[in-house]
């Protein structure tokens, strides 16, 4: 139990595209979705923390605008990396919690490596 | 300020011996603990957690860590080591504020000599 799953797992655009990257929690309805950014051999660093049917919260230093997070429905979270530019590359990670349990787990999807030429 | 710290950044073991990965934090209460191992290329699989309750938590994979309130610290433990464990281990911290987020540590990335 407890499967997030992210779509597509790798992706190369052009600079100046958008890329969008999915989030689905498969067997459990997430009430709170985390997106993560990780470097090469680094930690993770949370980006934003994403509530089904509200706007996300971003942490300190990252562009709202740049990076659409969108909570449609409590199985899918989206996040859009807009006119992307080869800084942007990186290792995505999305986490779910379940709602209504003892929600302080974050179970993780397997992660979307995106390289920006 | 809340933190985590793993003071290795790198281990090597050979296959067979005990295994302790160390974790440090910082936190205004007794915080919720979690550790994690991440594969090249892949996602963060959840090892174990604490809440509350006993010490010693007991995880997937022959895991186990042990919450010590006086020195702050929820080591990760293996008594014998598997070349399959070689990867990269985060220790998380998850707040206790309804928040729900995790401060996360620099990972320690484990070698299994054979």
């Known amino acids: 139990g407890a499967v997030v799953s992210q779509h597509p797992s790798r992706v190369i655009c052009k600079s100046g595209t958008s890329v969008k990257i999915e989030c689905r929690s498969l067997?459990?309805?997430?009430?709170?979705m985390f997106w993560y950014r990780q470097f090469p051999k680094k930690s993770l660093m949370l980006m934003a923390t994403?509530?089904?049917?509200?706007?996300?919260?971003?942490e300190q230093g990252v562009e709202k605008d740049k990076f659409l997070i969108n909570h449609a429905s409590l199985t899918l979270s989206t996040l859009t990396v807009t006119s992307a530019h080869p800084e942007d590359s990186s290792f995505y990670i999305c986490?779910?919690?379940?709602?209504?349990?003892?929600?302080?787990?974050?179970?993780f999807g397997p992660g979307t490596r995106l390289l920006v030429l | 300020a809340q933190s985590v710290t793993q003071p290795d950044i790198h281990i090597t073991v050979s296959e067979g011996a005990s295994l302790e990965l160390r974790c440090n934090y910082s936190?205004?209460?007794?915080?919720?603990l979690f550790w994690y191992v991440q594969s090249p290329g892949q996602g963060l699989q959840l090892l174990l957690k604490?809440?509350?309750?006993?010490?010693l938590v007991q995880g997937i994979k022959g895991f186990e860590a042990e919450f010590k309130r006086s020195q702050s610290s929820f080591n990760l433990r293996k008594p014998s080591v598997h070349w399959s464990d070689a990867a990269e281990y985060f220790c998380?911290?998850?707040?206790?504020?309804?928040?729900?987020?995790?401060?996360f540590g620099t990972g320690t990335r484990l070698k299994v000599l054979a």
């Open positions: 986490s779910a919690r379940i709602a209504g349990g003892m929600g302080e787990t974050q179970y």
């Open positions: 067997d459990f309805q997430a009430t709170t």
């Open positions: 994403s509530n089904e049917g509200s706007k996300a919260t971003y």
């Open positions: 936190y205004g209460a007794t915080p919720y």
């Open positions: 604490y809440f509350s309750g006993d010490t």
């Open positions: 998380a911290v998850g707040s206790t504020s309804g928040t729900y987020k995790y401060i």
